[in-house]
């Protein structure tokens, strides 16, 4: 088999922690006297926490000092933290247990590639930190997707070349990330939504092995994308 490696994004692949940054930007949103709604939060998903806050404060055409922003960047995670802080394994998205064990018999490595600060804190809690060989996340990457960086370093960490790598992601952003980084790109999600994709799933419930084995043979992503039309 061809070898190749792959790139996890976190919130809402692995974890469905996005519920708990929605509670965290609301109450915020809140204090300042607008309104936040879900629909607002998805524009929230795989951005960098200060971009976050940017968009959230021009949904509220409300302009700070930057001391200010600074202050509610930390409080703003601290409420996101007494959430994170009673995760457990339970919070695991279906799907991903099963993956990573066909992953592992396959022989085929994977690490996390998040804009999150807290992924590592994340995966511990669910107990998945050690089955990665690998966190690239907040703390390591200067550009935020849909910037490559984030998965080019994964890419390294995996010590493969970029087209050999796979990403699952669930954000627009991050799916332009993975493109960009020239990674087959794997939407979890609604497809419409994600449909720069290279390829489309609701869950990681739908990933067969016989999927990744598949995938594994692909040569280049270009030679892919036709072979995509060609079966529809
Ligand atoms: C992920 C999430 C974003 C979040 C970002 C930063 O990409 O999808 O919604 O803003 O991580 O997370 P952090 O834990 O550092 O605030
Ligand atoms: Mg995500």
Not at 75 to 104: C, F, H, Q, R, W
Not at 151 to 174: N, R
Request: aromatic share 8%; with cysteine; net charge negative.
């Amino acid at each position: 088999m061809n070898k190749t490696g792959i790139i996890f994004d976190l919130d809402g692949v692995i974890v469905d922690t996005a519920k708990y940054h929605f509670l965290a930007w609301k109450h915020l949103a809140d204090d300042l006297g607008f309104e936040f709604t879900e629909t607002h939060n998805e524009l929230l998903k795989g951005v960098s926490r200060v971009r976050s806050l940017e968009i959230l404060l021009d949904i509220g055409n409300i302009k700070l000092s930057e001391e200010k922003k600074q202050e509610i960047l930390i409080s703003k995670n601290e409420d996101y933290l007494s959430y994170i802080t009673k995760m457990g394994p339970e919070e695991i998205l279906p799907g991903v247990t099963a993956l990573l064990d066909t992953l592992d018999g396959l022989g085929i490595q994977y690490v996390l590639g998040s804009a999150s600060k807290n992924a590592t804190l994340i995966l511990k809690k669910v107990n998945l930190f050690e089955r990665f060989i690998g966190i690239v996340d907040g703390n390591s990457v200067f550009k935020a997707k849909p910037d490559p960086e984030v998965f080019l370093l994964g890419a390294k960490m995996l010590k493969l070349k970029p087209e050999k790598c796979i990403v699952f992601e669930d954000a627009i952003a991050g799916v332009e990330a993975a493109n960009a980084a020239n990674m087959i790109s794997i939407g979890i999600g609604d497809k419409q939504t994600l449909h720069k994709a290279d390829f489309n799933f609701k869950d990681l419930t739908e990933i067969s092995s016989d999927f990744i084995k598949e995938l594994s043979t692909i040569k280049e992503k270009k030679e892919q994308k036709v072979e995509k039309i060609e079966n529809k």
